[in-house]
């Protein structure tokens, strides 16, 4: 089973470093939160019972007289007044005796939240007690309960203020890491593009760019490096396997395409609609080549094979493609002929091609014929079909030429 279709999705190297980054700025700032409010509410307990502790020796200083001169109405009447400034919730007022004398308490209006009532009673388990004094002499006590709501209040908007900050801050943390990476990424992201179009399309020719980071850098140097190898071989690869393609598809003594190679043509050529319209196969056999062979040997006979594909070039240029089979065989695709009349005509002409003598490069020369055989390719449907029609008629006019050569001897005779 194919693992790239049974495998998940894996995550780009971008977003798991961005991944990393906002886990890593997460964990940091909660920390940061976290020690922050502890820090704050350790610094609000000792604020609050301080400020609680200023706020309870001014009061002793206005209710001294009310306690001196016994008046419990006074003693009141400040307390409500101080009271309703909302710096405590219930004021209690002893005289000496530890009696109550005086007191004031919030209405159930101000009832605060549970969580700021544990807030305070976390803050101010006990009322805040002070001595009220005369003539260095204790005339009474006043006890006062923090305010619920007051610290509450306070409390929240201070966790949401500094809650506000971290959140902000790590906003900016997380867009200037995600900038910073950027170069990261897009080092990283030109690296894979080459190693991908080398390894997909294999265009060795791509390089790794120059890259800042020193680590990147050196990995494209060495890679690059290993690049020019890679197409020094993939040239040499190319170039030997054209060698061994022309040598597989050609005939090593006359440089004509083989029987291979001709195969494969004629067979694409039948299969091709359009240009079976207007092709047709010649099939050429030398008539007087074993004479030549047993006469001055196959050097001489090479020499003729070697003309022989030199003239058949010669006459069919760039329209025509010239092969040869094997021996003293070879045949010659026509493309662009459209009757039978117009290739008589150039078997015509290609006999009178291979008429003149041919140098055996020995000081002396010598004369071949080649039977020419044709087949229409419009006529056929099957490459069988054509190759045993032009076979057969070669064979015909080999028969007509052995047997009028026959005939002349007879006659000379």
Not at 121 to 127: D, K, R, T, V
Not at 237 to 242: H, I, R
Not at 255 to 260: E, H, I, P, T, V
Not at 311 to 317: A, H, L, P, T
Request: glycine share 4%.
């Amino acid at each position: 089973m194919n693992k790239e279709i049974t495998s998940a999705p894996r995550p780009t190297f971008k977003r798991t470093l961005r991944r990393i980054s906002i886990i890593s700025v997460l964990i940091t700032m909660t920390l940061i939160w976290l020690l922050l409010c502890i820090a704050s509410v350790v610094t609000l307990k000792q604020y609050a019972q301080r400020n609680l502790e200023l706020t309870s020796a001014t009061m002793s200083r206005s209710l001294e007289a009310a306690l001196v001169f016994n008046d419990a109405t006074a003693a009141n009447e400040a307390l409500v007044s101080l009271g309703k400034q909302g710096q405590f919730s219930a004021a209690e007022l002893l005289d000496r005796y530890d009696h109550r004398f005086a007191s004031w308490s919030m209405g159930p209006n101000d009832k605060a939240d549970p969580l700021s009532q544990l807030a305070s009673q976390w803050l101010f388990p006990h009322p805040i007690r002070q001595r009220i004094w005369h003539n260095n002499l204790p005339i009474g006590e006043l006890h006062l309960t923090a305010r619920d709501s007051l610290i509450g209040h306070f409390l929240w908007t201070s966790l949401a203020v500094l809650t506000g900050c971290l959140l902000f801050a790590s906003l900016v943390a997380i867009t200037i890491t995600r900038a910073l990476h950027n170069g990261v990424v897009t080092a990283l992201q030109n690296i894979t593009d080459v190693v991908h179009d080398v390894r997909t399309n294999r265009n060795f020719s791509r390089r790794v760019s120059e890259e800042r980071i020193d680590e990147f850098h050196r990995f494209g140097q060495d890679f690059n490096s290993l690049l020019d190898e890679m197409e020094e071989w993939q040239l040499k690869l190319q170039a030997k396997n054209a060698q061994l393609m022309r040598t597989a598809m050609h005939d090593p003594l006359t440089g004509l395409a083989n029987r291979a190679a001709f195969r494969t043509r004629i067979a694409a050529l039948m299969s091709d609609s359009s240009a079976r319209t207007n092709s047709a196969l010649l099939f050429l056999d030398g008539d007087d080549f074993k004479r030549i062979n047993d006469t001055w040997g196959h050097a001489a006979g090479d020499c003729v094979l070697i003309e022989v594909a030199r003239r058949m070039v010669e006459f069919g240029g760039e329209q025509h493609q010239s092969y040869r089979l094997g021996g003293d065989e070879f045949a010659i695709i026509l493309y662009g002929v459209h009757s039978e009349h117009e290739v008589l005509r150039l078997c015509a002409a290609l006999t009178q091609q291979f008429s003149p003598s041919y140098d055996l490069h020995n000081g002396f020369s010598s004369r071949m014929s080649l039977s020419i055989g044709f087949a229409l390719s419009w006529q056929h449907h099957s490459v069988e079909a054509l190759l045993e029609q032009a076979d057969r008629n070669m064979y015909l006019v080999k028969h007509q030429r052995s047997k009028n050569h026959t005939v002349e001897r007879n006659t000379l005779c």
